[in-house]
């Protein structure tokens, strides 16, 4: 079954704690990417990744770390996590881009509370 | 700043009747507008998806209309039910300078579907 999986579903953690959210996707999409999701505000890009070791900020990327050293991983890191990172938190994959006949794949999404 | 916006935030429909959500643009280097739909606890869907050069695009019973002048387009769902009781994101899509594209989302629509 095609899908992109991110773990964990569910995390609460404290301020400063390094983190890491893993997604994978079974694909073989060269697109990947991160969003987060706040009421009001919708999806906003954190990063993206056009294929393995190309990667660059999307809208809201800082205090986020990302890397893409195969084609199917691409983990979120949080080196140290501040309460405003309190979110709900999705990896999309795609192959090569976000146009036509390139339909976004998102995960199910993780759910990060930071105190 | 919000580059896509979208409204209403919510909105409550009758069963049988026509939902309608609506997103305004700025950046008329936007070339292709999708919809998303999500469900909770599950990450967006794509649902539909226009290029500017068309200004209607039908789908079963949803169905979008674009108006490119007024930078306005719109989802429309025919004879609601229930079980389209969902998210909806408009979004739109740019070429970045330097290589590859992004998305841009609104920041959704929560619809509920009465009996």
């Known amino acids: 079954e095609a899908q992109v999986t991110q773990n964990p579903r569910y995390l609460i953690t404290v301020t400063g704690k390094k983190l890491t959210v893993t997604c994978s996707q079974n694909m073989n999409h060269e697109y990947m990417s991160w969003y987060r999701q706040d009421p009001g505000l919708g999806l906003r890009q954190i990063y993206y990744s056009m294929n393995v070791e190309v990667t660059d900020k999307g809208d809201v990327p800082e205090g986020y770390k990302v890397s893409r050293k195969e084609k199917r991983n691409f983990p979120l890191i949080l080196e140290s996590p501040s309460p405003n990172q309190t979110s709900l938190y999705f990896c999309?994959?795609?192959?090569?881009?976000?146009?036509?006949?390139?339909?976004?794949?998102f995960g199910d999404g993780t759910r990060l509370s930071i105190l | 700043q919000q580059q896509v916006k979208q409204s209403p935030q919510s909105l409550i429909v009758q069963k049988g009747g026509i939902s309608i959500i609506n997103c305004a643009y700025e950046n008329t280097a936007f070339d292709y507008f999708p919809w998303y739909q999500q469900f909770p606890g599950k990450g967006p869907a794509l649902l539909i998806a226009i290029r500017p050069d068309v200004s209607e695009k039908k789908e079963g019973r949803f169905t979008i209309s674009f108006n490119k002048s007024a930078k306005q387009f719109s989802l429309h769902i025919m004879d609601s039910q229930p079980g389209d009781s969902a998210t909806y994101f408009c979004?739109?899509?740019?070429?970045?300078?330097?290589?590859?594209?992004?998305?841009?989302f609104g920041t959704g629509t929560q619809l509920k579907v009465e009996l």
């Open positions: 979004a739109a899509k740019v070429e970045l300078t330097g290589g590859g594209n992004k998305l841009t």
């Open positions: 999309a994959s795609s192959k090569g881009g976000t146009g036509p006949n390139q339909p976004q794949h």
